[in-house]
Structures are given as structure tokens and as C-alpha cells.
């Protein structure tokens, strides 16, 4: 029972933060055209988020087995509330910047402490990926959610600022949430005797030096440089290569998250019975072959008059499938590094797998606009193929490494 509940409880924190996070690029429309800022101006809401993600998990990933995982967790959500509180009431651009960066610094703290934490209730590898891809398609969930329920404030006619009225919604949200976690009860994690604040933190940076680690950051860095690239530019795809309308586009974008979502919650039950290695390279081959099937559709379409999804080209439908076959590695790859280290440093490992999903996506997307603007849409599509040959290099030494730490940690 106790299990379960903390499996509820943080399962429920990152639901939440899925709609958080995810809902910045419909807050920059509506910033737009509510407080009529440029679109320049409104693309620094990324920053406000992204920046403090990177900063904050690499300053105090390994500090919060120290201060405990529910004190950190309802430190979050309670800086998150409070903004969130007072958002409506001020109604101004510089408000939503503070919002998102308040966003960005709890999720740090939140995601830091959900590794750890399924790492303490799980007892093997398989049980770890099985309930770490569950956790992440519950995430999923969570962006498709999000949709829905910011939409649902837009179509309110009245003041321009009443779309705001939905962070009341979202900060009863979070104190239903932060009451969750305040009556689960949740152990302080086993630390190592005599060791300081300093020397946590750089035992956080010597792990960068193990070769099992550097071989994962690689591996996690491609795969959220696809991830990222194609979630980014896949609106733009639709509406420039298929011709479909702006709502359009974004509606069917909306497959991508709802493939990924799938795709982990099926992964998390699969992977109870399959070794993750093959189970991987299964998943890289089949989105190698959904791209070389897919983009040549996409040569011969010509522009032509679509009022709904239903009107849209096969393309349009395949292409987002592929969040189903990539949906297990990122997830999966995390539990198996994880799985690997004493459960004492699972807090400093996410600390450092944040700062380089971070940097991964950020590439992605700058990598895959270039590419687009430069050589066109397909030709910025095929080029996800680079790094999804360079994941399946990674993830051969990636199972070396860790097949060789298992039989060293046996011997020991």
C-alpha cells in the first residue's frame, strides 16, 4: 500500500508539470496577442523555462537526497502555487516569464526527486524500466491533458486576460497535489556517513568521468535531439510540406505526444517480460523505416482545400507515429543507468541526465529549423536518421559497459 502511494503521489507531480511545462508554446500565442509582444519577445518564454531546468538540477541534484525527497518535492510544487496564485491578478508579460521560470526551477527539483524515488521502490532492472516508462507516459498524458484544459479557457469571451483565470484551476491543482504528497509517506534516502555538501557535488561531476556514464549521455543527447527536433518543427512541417491549415497542423502535432504516451505505458508492460537491448534496436530500426517509407509520400502532394484532420494526406498521419516507436528509449535508457548505480547517486545522475536533455533538445530543434530553412522540410526529416544510427553505436557500448559493471559489481 505504501508503495502505491507514492507511485500515485508522483506519478500525480508529474502529470502536473507535463501541462506546465508543455503549455509554453500556446501561452506564447496567447501572449501575443493578449499583451502584444513580439513574437521575438514571446520565444524568450523558452529561456525563462529551459535555463533555470539546466542551472537548478546542476546546482542541487545532488543536495536533495540530503534535505529529503518529499521536503523537496513540497517545496516545488509550493513555489509553483504561489505564483501561480497571483498570475491572474497581475496580468502582465513579465508575470508569465517569472511563471515559467518558477516552472523551470521546480521541475528541476521534481524530476531529481521522481528518479530517486522510483529507484527506492524498485528492486531490479526490469521493475525499474517497467514502472520508469509508466511514470513518463503518465508525462505524456499529462502534455495532451494540458491542451484541452488551456483551450478551454480560450474560448471564454470576455476581458483579454481571461484566459489567465486557468492558473486559479492549475493552483488548486497543485495543492491537490502537494497534499498527496504531504500525507504519502516517503523516506529520507541512505547517505553515505561523513560526506559534505561540497563532496556531493563533486562526486556528481566525477561520475561525467566513468565510461558507462559518458556512453549514456550520448545515447540520452541523440535521442532528445530527435525528439525535440521533431516535436518542434512538426507544425511547421504540416502546414509548409503538406499544405494544411495552422489549426490543422497543431491538431495533428497533437498525435505525436498522444504516440508517445502510448508507446511508454505499452513499453512499461512489455519490458516486464524483454530485455531492453534488442527491445531498443527494434524500436531504432522501425523508426528508421517509418521515415524512409513516410517522407517519399510527402513529394507529390499538391495544395488543396482542408477544413478538418479527417481531409488531411497519409502523411500527415504517419509521421507522428514515429513518438510510438521512440517513445521507450529515452525512458528506458535512463532506468538502465540508474538500475546501474548505487541508489544513493540516482539524485546526482539526474541531475546531469537534465543539464544534457537540456542541451540535446535545444540542439535539436536549432539544428533541425537550420536544416529546414536551408535544404526543406524532408531533407530536415531524413536527417533524424544521423542520430538514430549514432543511438544504435551508443546503446551497443552502452550494453558493453553496463554488462561489464554488472559482472564487476558481482565479483565485488
Known sequence: MKRIRIIFAIA????LFAILLNSVGTVILQSIQTFGVTKTQAATLEGFKDIPIAIVSFLVASFIPRVGYKFALLCALSLVGLVATFIPNIGHFWAIKLMFAAIGSAFAVVKVAVYALIGQITDDKKAHSSLLNTIEGIFMVGVLSGYWIFAAFFETQ??????????????AMIGVVALTVFTTSIESPKLPKNVSNKDAFFNMLQLTFKPLVLVFILSAFLYVLIEQGVGSWLPTFNNEILHLPVDVSVQLTSLFAASLA???????QILKK????????????GMAILILLTLPLTHSIEPR?????????LAAYLMPMIGFLMAPIYPLINSVMLSSLEKHQHAAMTGLIVVFSALGGATGSMLTGVVFEKFGGQQAFY???????????????FNRQTTRYERYTEEV
Open 158 to 171: 470576455g476581458e483579454q486576460t481571461s484566459w489567465l483565470n486557468v492558473y486559479y484551476l492549475l493552483a
Open 12 to 15: 500525480m507531480c508529474y502529470f
Open 305 to 313: 482545400v482542408i477544413h478538418s484532420v479527417f481531409d488531411a494526406p
Open 262 to 268: 502510448l508507446g511508454r505505458l505499452c513499453a512499461g
Open 383 to 397: 536527417g533524424a536518421l544521423i542520430p538514430i544510427i549514432g543511438i544504435l553505436i551508443t546503446l551497443f557500448f
Open 274 to 285: 524483454v530485455s531492453w537491448y534488442p527491445f531498443l534496436n527494434c524500436a531504432l530500426f
